[in-house]
């Protein structure tokens, strides 16, 4: 088949019709890691090795962008920046964004800053009180399911303010981060910092029910500040679902309350750090607030600020929520009051995966034999991804606009192998209609803990068509109906194929050529410049629907081709097709465009 001439073939149509410990300031330096420092102040001071903080360091210079009005802290070394003041009436400032270096940072998987409403805040939920608290009973490791939540007002000293977290990746198996100001330090209070694996929801509106699960490995590190709020201690819990000693499922099984499912307190070296400021700090680009109001610097013992090692604590999930919230006594099972969030906040990266499948196209023959092929790829820096991809391969019936949602499984489980994949084939293909292929990948190996487990599908290269003609777009300009799947042929008959076209008024006699369509669904070009070509997957001339003839406007070095001169066709003119029987079928020009 030649290439296409200097200009696009025409088309003719014809048709009919950790444990508990005193907290004292942490050096710089302090476990898990140094890429977040954990010393008793939210802004950057660099040390040698440490990376972030959470705040710039307030140095003259390099000075950041921000929008006007917003809290611009100079400087260098912080996550976030940049927040602003209340828009007015009552309502609560807003949220820091993350600051260029930050977001370049490959090494940091996710990051959140929540503002949450002080009862003292007007919100579109109500004026002087906080929409996220906890309006029915409930404490630690409760059913998720039902929590109901609403507008309230809670005690200054169990108000959440600014909460904020972080999640980096290692060699091994990632780290979290996280912080939070409070609101007074005058009295007792308790903040839980609980990290989950699944999901959470919240029902739309001022008030409503929490939606999600309790996973085995979820953590909870719970502080409580004593002794009239001038103590602090810390401990970690640990989600199990079974009887202590165990053993236990693996990370991220679902095990709801109800059965022997409980928060345990575990105590494990090196996998818990925690300081809080022992001075006054300054506060960070955004807006702190107090009892008084809008601060700008936070209290000895108002601000704290933690880390997690998921290596040293052998965790092999994915965490996916950060779910902040104050409790009304130091026992662990008191009633919670406040929370903020849910945000979300996950330790996995999610691969990126490319398929395709094998064949594409369309008008493929009923049976033909298919296969997907698979390559799964992390981030630059990161290593290849281990594991498994299960294929799933949809038929016309269950496609949708986005491709395959669920399947049917093809094969067995395939094992990547440098990061690639090809499912076994199938001929599972009988019916006429669009295919779409759905590629699910599971962490493997070292992957376990550092990739999520993810799914692809598309509409586009993981698509095959049976027995039906390609879209209309792809007819290299042509914009008519297509054949319903009545008229659809995997073979023509040579009875009716048209074998010439003749235009009189043009002075044109053609030879016509029988074409299909192109693997990318576009109609094949005629061999020979001087031919026309029937599109053989459509109707026969003179049958019901569309027939399709299209023939070239000129060749290489621009001579005249088979329809060099169908822009002085007219309507009323003769087209005349003959068939392979020798019959003559007489059309009409109705309208052209």
């Known amino acids: ?84 003041p209340s828009a007015g009436g009552g309502a609560p400032p807003g949220v820091p964004s993350l ?52 507008p309230g ?55 409503g029910n929490f939606s999600g699960h309790r996973t085995e490995g979820d953590l909870l590190v719970a502080v409580d500040f004593t002794g009239g709020g001038g103590t602090a201690t810390n401990a970690l819990y640990q989600w199990h679902c079974n009887a202590e000693p165990g053993p236990q499922p693996a990370d991220g099984t679902v095990c709801d309350p109800g059965g022997a499912a409980h928060y345990e307190q575990i105590t494990i070296p090196g996998s818990i750090s925690f300081t809080i400021n022992a001075a006054i700090v300054p506060c960070g680009g955004w807006i702190c607030r107090d009892t008084a109001g809008v601060t700008t610097q936070l209290a000895a013992n108002d601000f704290l600020e933690g880390g997690l090692d998921l290596t040293v604590l052998g965790f092999t999930g994915c965490f996916h929520t950060f779910l902040p919230h104050t409790r009304t006594a130091q026992s662990f099972s008191a009633a919670l009051t406040d929370f903020a969030g849910p945000a979300p906040l996950a330790t996995c990266r999610t691969p990126a995966m490319a398929t395709a499948s094998n064949p594409t196209g369309f008008n493929l023959t009923p049976g033909v034999v298919a296969s997907d092929h698979v390559t799964v790829q992390g981030p630059a820096g990161i290593a290849t991804p281990q594991g498994t991809v299960a294929f799933f391969l949809c038929g016309p019936s269950q496609v949708t606009a986005s491709g395959c949602p669920t399947g049917n499984p093809v094969g067995v489980i395939k094992t990547l192998i440098g990061g690639a994949a090809t499912s076994d084939a199938t001929a599972a293909t009988t019916a006429l209609g669009t295919y779409c292929w ?58 009716n ?97």
């Open 1 to 84: 088949m030649r290439p296409f001439r200097r200009r696009p073939a025409a088309l003719l149509a014809v048709a009919v019709g950790a444990t508990a410990a005193l907290l004292v300031p942490l050096a710089s330096h302090a476990a898990p890691s140094s890429w977040l420092a954990l010393d008793g102040n939210a802004r950057f001071t660099p040390p040698s090795g440490v990376t972030f903080d959470w705040a710039n360091s307030g140095a003259g210079s390099p000075v950041p962008a921000c929008p006007a009005g917003a809290v611009n802290v100079p400087g260098s070394g912080g996550l976030f920046n940049c927040g602003t």
């Open 153 to 207: 007002n809670v005690p200054n000293k169990n108000d959440l303010g600014n909460v904020y977290a972080a999640s980096h990746a290692t060699a091994a198996r990632p780290e979290l981060f996280f912080g939070a100001e409070r609101l007074s330090d005058n009295g007792d209070s308790h903040i839980d910092f609980e990290f989950l694996q699944t999901i959470l929801g919240l029902t739309a509106g001022c008030s």
């Open 99 to 150: 600051t260029p270096a930050g977001a370049a940072d490959l090494t940091r998987i996710s990051s959140t800053f929540i503002v949450d409403p002080l009862s003292s805040d007007t919100t579109p939920c109500g004026a002087s009180n906080d929409p996220t608290t906890f309006t029915t009973s409930v404490k630690n490791g409760d059913p998720i399911n039902g929590i109901s939540f609403g």
């Open 438 to 495: 759905r590629a699910v990948y599971t962490p493997g190996g070292a992957s376990v803990g550092v990739f999520d487990t993810t799914a692809h599908t598309d509409a586009g290269p993981e698509c095959f068509a049976v027995g039906v003609p390609g879209p209309p777009d792809a007819g290299r300009g042509l914009n008519l109906p297509m054949p319903p799947p009545d008229f659809v042929r995997t073979s023509a008959s040579t009875v």
């Open 497 to 593: 194929t048209p074998v010439q076209v003749a235009i009189p008024a043009l002075g044109m006699d053609a030879p016509v050529e029988s074409l299909g369509l192109l693997a990318n669904g576009a109609m094949a070009v005629p061999q020979s410049v001087s031919d026309a070509g029937w599109l053989q997957t459509g109707p026969f001339p003179g049958s019901a629907g569309n027939a399709v003839i299209g023939g070239h406007l000129d060749g290489n070095s621009g001579e005249p081709a088979a329809f060099w001169g169908l822009n002085r066709l007219r309507p009323g003119d003769a087209i005349i097709v003959t068939t392979a029987t020798g019959t003559q079928l007489r059309f009409g020009v109705v309208r052209i465009g």
